[in-house]
T-cell receptor, first 113, second 112 residues
Framework: AQSVTQLDSHVSVSEGTPVLLRCNYS??????LFWYVQHPNKGLQLLLK??????LVKGINGFEAEFKKSETSFHLTKPSAHMSDAAEYFC???????????FGTGTSLTVIP | DTAVSQTPKYLVTQMGNDKSIKCEQN?????MYWYKQDSKKFLKIMFS???????INETVPNRFSPKSPDKAHLNLHINSLELGDSAVYFC???????????FGSGTRLTVV
């Protein structure tokens, strides 16, 4: 069975400080993992994806995530938060190509000026 | 050159009405989806079609009926709308490789 847990429903950071959004997954197979971002009143945009290549994945807007199989984690990080990063972030797991994707419950990121 | 387009973007309607939301993708993807996002931002899959065939049909009231005239289109028809149907509905598509979904921008449905 597949599932994904986003450990924090809300994260607040000051502008210019690091961002850490946590995600743990469970999967019966080698998973594919994704992070999506949803800005207010907008659709979901793919930030980055892990599909069994390099374990450190770089995405758009300076975000990156590291796949750690031993910890079943895929945490999203950014060295320095920008006001425009304020949004909802979803971690997603898929256990094999063609299968359904499973969404986490989302983490709302607030950036304080 | 929008990849996945949904119409309308906003839909306000009265209880009991019947409405449709349209979705089209120009990516050549074989699989399309409908997701419902509630007020708490939870995303729940409703339906999935692969090349015009229904492959996922989650526990959704039968007032909701998807229709896929071809693999580039997946429309959602809702009969006898209820207050609890108010949500944002997202259409998405995916190709054969596991490179993630491409989402539409959503349809905000408000039932009054």
């Amino acid at each position: 069975a597949q599932s994904v847990t986003q450990l924090d429903s809300h994260v607040s950071v000051s502008e210019g400080t690091p961002v850490l959004l946590r995600c743990n997954y469970s999967s019966s197979y080698s998973p594919s993992l994704f992070w999506y971002v949803q800005h207010p009143n907008k659709g979901l945009q793919l930030l980055l994806k892990y599909t069994s290549a390099a374990t450190l994945v770089k995405g758009i807007n300076g975000f990156e995530a590291e796949f750690k199989k031993s910890e079943t984690s895929f945490h999203l990080t950014k060295p320095s938060a920008h006001m425009s990063d304020a949004a909802e972030y979803f971690c997603v797991v898929s256990d094999r190509p063609g299968n359904q994707f499973y969404f986490g419950t989302g983490t709302s990121l607030t950036v304080i000026p | 050159d929008t990849a996945v387009s949904q119409t309308p973007k906003y839909l306000v309607t009265q209880m009991g009405n019947d409405k449709s939301i349209k979705c089209e993708q120009n990516l050549g993807h074989d699989t399309m989806y409908w997701y419902k996002q509630d007020s708490k931002k939870f995303l729940k899959i409703m339906f999935s079609y692969n090349n015009k065939e229904l492959i996922i049909n989650e526990t959704v009231p039968n007032r909701f009926s998807p229709k896929s005239p071809d693999k580039a289109h997946l429309n959602l028809h809702i009969n006898s709308l209820e207050l609890g149907d108010s949500a944002v509905y997202f259409c998405a598509s995916k190709g054969t490789a596991n490179y993630g979904y491409t989402f539409g921008s959503g349809t905000r449905l408000t039932v009054v």
